[in-house]
Each structure stands twice: as structure tokens, then as C-alpha cells.
């Protein structure tokens, strides 16, 4: 799905585009500490942009900046062309999802939808308009009379989603957006956010230490760490080519050896590491020096299991499966290496039958293809 | 202790002292503890302490004052005369006399006394409110060490006697006093400004002995108010006056009316204050109820200006909460 879109308009990769939201240079200081450091940022029209860290990251910061409740102590946001610094919350064309939703517990859900167009002086009967409007989006027109104490987790989120999309703001901001609903209804209210999003062509940007939620919602990452942005791409990118070896170990699980380059040439690099029998084979380029420590970071989805052992000379390892959890979809094996290393290795389970199956103690080879490995020296 | 351990036990002391222990266990203090466990006496024990309490000390003398409120005035000890009375050997004569409470109504002085102190005490809770909610609000938004202070200040002249800091408001107030001497001192007066044995004063006395009742639970509730609703607030275009007056304000509403309660209900039977720094020519109702009781030797009539008091606070303030009940324990 993301994916799709993503191919459908990719506007970061035209050098003439606009940017909707450009933060350039973002510093925000609380004392002694540095919250967020020099970011720049770049969000387009109509994006879903997620920024995605551990908690302290400074993404939290970020948002509440593009609010305007924090102001930065160094750096410029502009929206829309636009100057923020001296424009308080209550004037800027951006409404926000707040991660406890933040609802008045005082008020109806339809007054409290109502509110924002009520700040703008609309007449009664335009306001009664878009209102009834945006709670058949969310589907909460049969609740506009209750309480935010009558109703469920799920409800209230729509509501705080309703509330903030109903002033039609140029940018929302969703805070952990998803972050107090439970599993099932997660995974729906995703999609349903991103229809949400298709219908009203609205810019997202999505606080969020999910990385789940992060790649479903997103068309755009931007990976955080200790207050700086770590990587931008879309999910694909950052899943499967992470700059640095945060943004691999942060993103997905994935198996991280030390190694050092033996080979570097233009079409291939073969990389030595400690832990594995055999070189590392890795079909592109890198420059780095010779000799240079790097890490090999191994997706464990790309590795295959084999009772014996692969012909090739590189790219394979041999140990013992310790641990198996078996997940229906797919199994995971936790492998020890005969240098003593934990391997995690995913199979999807194609076959019905046991029979085949590896089981604990069995000895195995793992191979991986010569595009699997990601190397990086950062 | 478990199950198990206590059979233990038993068991263990049931062979040394056979039958005896036997006994003891199952009809003496051990099953006792348990039997008010099991049965939530415990619970029961803890929520009566405070309605005997009230009972002893409030619902008993409040049917004596009633009981007296319907009785006739009588030179004698004590100054009335009894309820019910024997009629022969097998008869009850009950006596109730309204005259007490008509006479209240036929007599200006009471009815304006009535009027005169609930007029005091609305004005005064109306400033209480005024200067309180602002503090409240301020100690709430504090930082958590200036938040001790500043409730530890508000607390403070509570730490000196009550009727002291009235009649210090006497040395600031009087003709001669504090305030007068600085004004005429700085030529902004020729003649002292007459503040004593006014309304004034009195205004000045209740709201400075009261403003901690407002302040308190007030702060309790702005204290819990959850700011990110503020922030909401301004996300969606309302700014700071906005949005305390549709955000904050209603959610204190349960605060403010405890604080109103807190000030109003006592004001209204206020004795010192207005003894002290009021009028001479009109009182308030209770040291008309002193005067009734001490210097008149009235106790009917001083019991009815008490229970008319009384049901004058109570029937609305019940009314009141019956409607705004349902609201407020509402679980938010």
C-alpha cells in the first residue's frame, strides 16, 4: 500500500519541489540539555511523514516546535512559505492529535468537535454542517451526544481525529497516534487513517516510537536518535538500506556482526567477520579505506536454512538451533554459531507438514544471497 | 496469614492444650478477627466511627435545639417549658409551639438580620472567589518546591489565634489606626476615613479569615487539571482568555462550589467578625441567636433562629447538589 503511493508521487525526489513544511536548522535547548539539534527537514504536500525514535529521541519536541508550544532556541520553521517563530498555537494553520487525545471531558463529542470552528466565528449552521460532515468520516455520528468518558478507546481517538481534522488544517499532527489502541483495532484504524488521509489531502506528520505504525502509515521516515535525525526514506529505504548502524539495530530485527574490509572493488566487497566462518560477499561497491571496520548487518528474513553445506565459498555460516518459536506464519530460529554468536533466522512455514521441519539441536548451514548484507561503516 | 499457616498453628497448639485450645480457636479472639474480615464488619466499624461521631455530636444536639425550638419560654431552670408532659397515668400531652416562629416573622429585626447576613456572606464569598481563584490558580501552575510555600503561607495564620487577627484588623482599621495614620501621613487624607463598624470592615474581616477555605480546594482541583486540554485548546484556535473560560472554568466548577460552601455557610452564621469590626445598627443573624440565647434567656426563640438558619443553608444547598449530582460524580 505504501509502497504504491510512494511510486505514485515521490516529490522529495524532484529538486524543484516546494516543501510544504521546511524546518531548517532546528536546535531546542531545555537548560543543559540539547532536546533536539539542528534539524532540517524537508515534508511535502500530502505526505504521511513519521518520526520515528526511542523515547528522549526529541520527536516529541519536533512536533510540539511545529505546534508552536515549544519555541526553538535556534532555527526556522516555515509552513507553507510561511515564518512560525512568531506565531502562537492559536494562529497557525495546524491542528494536532494529542497522544492522551486530549478531549474537553466536559463537553459532548460534538461540541467538542465544534470547538475549533466555533474559535473561528462560522455560522451555526455551518458548523453544525461540518461537523455531522467529519463524524460520518470517523464514523462517530451516532455518538455526537455522549461524554468522552462514554466512550471506548477507539472512540475517543476518532474523535481527537475528527476534532483535529475538522478546522481542515494545512498540516496534523499526530502524536502516538495509535499508541493506546490494542492490537486488532490498531491495524484497522491504520488504514483507515491513511484513507482518511487519501480522502482529505491533508500533511501528516506522526510521532511515533512504533516502527510498525511507521511503516504502514508512512511515506516518509525520519529515523531519530539522542535529538537528531538519523535517516530519511521511505520504508523501504530505511528497512532495507539503513545509513548507519543506529537505524539498522533500531529498525526491525536484524542480526549485526563486526567485520573488517578484505576486498573493495567497484562491483563487490568481501568483508571479514570474527563471528563467521566465511567472508562476507556483498554485490556493491563501497567507499571506504582498506582495512576499514565495518559492520554487516543481516536481515534475518534473508537468511536460508540448509542441512548441508552450500557450495559457495562466501556468505554462509554453520550452528546449532537453540531456540524455536513458531509463530504460525512463520517460524523463528535462534542458531549459535560455532564462534559462539546468536544468529536469528525467520522461515516463513510454506509447508503444512512437520515432517521436513528443523527441530532444537539440529545442526544447519545458514546462507544468504550477495545483495542481503547491508555494510556501513558509520 | 494463609489458610494453612493459621491450621498450622492450630493443629500445633491443639495437641499441647487439647479441648481447651480447641475452644479458644473456635469461639475466641482468633475467630473473631476473622469473622470481622470475612463478614466486611471491618468496613462497617471503619465507616461508623464517623456517623456515631456526627450523631453524638451533631444529629442529638440538633432534635435538642429542635425539641426546644417548639417549647414555651418559662422562668425557670432550665428556661422552657417541656414537650410532653403526663396527663394522669396513662395519657401524653405533646405541646408544639409555633409561636416561636411566628414571632420571627412578625419582628423586622429578624427578618432583616436573616437577609442583612446572607447578603454579607454572599458578598464575601463573591471576593473570597475573586482573590482566591487567581491565587489557586497561580499555586497550581507553580513550580512543585514554590507550591509548598505557597500552600505553607496560606495555612500560616492559622497558626495564630483567630480571634487575635481580628482584632489586629481593628488596630488597621480604626480611626487613629495603621491605615489612617499612613494616609493622612502621606496628605492623600485630611480626616480619617471612617472604616470601623462597617459593612466594610466586615467585608474585609471574612474575606481575609475566609480566603484560605476558598483557596484550598480550589488548588485541589485546578491542581489535577490536566494542561495538555489547554494546549488543546490553543491547537484549536482559542486563545488564553478563551480558553480558560470554556476549558478551565467549567472544570473547576466542583471546586468553586465546595470553596462558596466553605465560606458562605460559616459567614453567613459569623459572631466574631461582626461583633467586633460590623455595624451597631444592624446585626447579623448570629449574634442575634448569642443575644437571644445570653442576654434574653430566650432558648425557644434562640432555638428557632438556629433551625431557620439552618434550614435556610441546608434546603438549598441539598436541592443544589441533588441536581448538580448526578454530574458531578460522573466519572471523568
Known sequence: ????????????????????????????????????????????????????????????????????????????ILIDGQDMADIPPYERPVNMMFQS???????????????????????????????????????MGDYAKRKPHQLSGGQRQRVALAR??????????????????????????????????????????????????????????????????????????????????????????????????????????????????????????????????????IRPEKITL???????????????????????????????????????????????????????????????????????TG | MSRQGRLAIFERYAQRWGPFWNLFYRFGPPRWSLLLLQNGWGRNLVIGVPYLWLTLFFLIPFVIVLKISFSEIRIAMPPYAPLWEWVGDTAISIKLNFANYRYLFSDSLYVSSYLYSMQVAAISTFFCLLLGYPMAYGIARASPAARNLCLMLIILPFWTSFLLRVYAWIGLLKNNGVINNVLMALGIVDQPITMMQTDFAVYIGIVYSYLPFMILPLYTNLEKHDPTLLEAAADLGAKPAKAFFRVTLPLSMPGIFAGCLLVFIPAVGEYVIPSLLGRTDQLMIGRVLSDEFFANRDWPVAGAVAILMLLMLVVPIMLFQHFQGRELRKPS
Open chain 1, 1 to 76: 500500500m505504501t509502497d504504491r503511493r510512494a511510486e505514485k508521487d515521490e516529490p522529495w525526489k524532484d529538486p524543484a519541489a516546494q516543501p510544504y513544511i521546511a524546518i531548517e536548522n532546528v536546535t531546542k535547548r531545555f537548560g543543559e540539555f540539547v532536546a533536539v539539534n539542528s534539524v532540517s527537514l524537508k515534508i511535502y504536500k500530502g505526505e504521511i511523514f513519521c518520526l520515528l525514535g526511542g523515547s528522549g529521541c526529541g520527536k516529541t519536541t519536533l512536533l510540539r516546535m511545529l505546534a508552536g508550544f515549544e519555541k526553538p532556541t535556534a532555527g526556522k
Open chain 1, 164 to 297: 483535529a481534522l475538522v478546522k481542515r488544517p494545512k498540516l496534523l499532527l499526530l502524536d502516538e497516534p495509535l499508541g493506546a489502541l490494542d492490537r486488532k483495532l490498531r491495524e484497522h484504524t491504520q488504514f483507515e487513517l491513511i484513507n482518511i488521509q487519501e480522502q482529505l489531502g491533508v500533511t501528516f506528520v506522526v510521532v511515533t516510537h512504533d516502527q510498525e505504525e511507521a511503516m504502514t502509515l508512512a511515506s516518509r521516515i525520519g529515523v531519530m536518535n539522542r535529538g537528531e535525525i538519523a535517516q530519511i526514506g521511505t520504508p523501504r529505504q530505511i528497512y532495507e538500506f539503513p545509513a548507519t548502524r543506529f537505524v539498522a539495530d533500531f529498525i526491525g530485527s536484524v542480526n549485526l556482526f563486526d567485520g573488517q574490509l578484505v576486498e573493495d572493488e567497484p562491483d563487490h566487497v568481501r568483508v571479514r567477520c570474527a563471528d563467521l566462518p566465511a567472508p562476507v560477499y556483498v554485490d556493491h561497491g563501497l567507499s571506504a579505506p582498506p582495512n576499514a571496520q565495518l559492520w554487516v548487518a
Open chain 1, 306 to 376: 540448509e542441512r548441508a553445506q552450500p557450495g559457495a565459498t562466501d556468505n554462509w555460516a554453520r550452528g546449532v538451533i537453540k531456540e524455536i518459536a513458531y509463530m504460525g506464519d512463520m517460524s523463528i530460529y535462534m542458531i549459535r554459531l560455532d564462534s559462539g554468536r546468536q544468529v536469528r533466522v525467520t522461515q516463513a512455514n510454506i509447508v503444512r507438514k512437520a515432517g521436513e521441519a528443523f527441530s532444537w539441536e539440529d545442526q544447519v548451514y545458514l546462507a544468504w544471497d550477495a545483495s542481503s548484507p547491508v555494510v556501513g
Open chain 1, 101 to 139: 487525545y486530549a478531549l474537553f471531558p466536559h463537553m459532548s463529542v460534538y461540541d467538542n468537535v465544534a470547538f475549533g470552528l466555533e474559535q473561528e466565528k462560522l455560522p451555526r449552521t455551518q458548523i453544525k454542517q461540518r461537523v455531522g460532515e467529519i463524524l460520518g468520516i470517523v464514523h
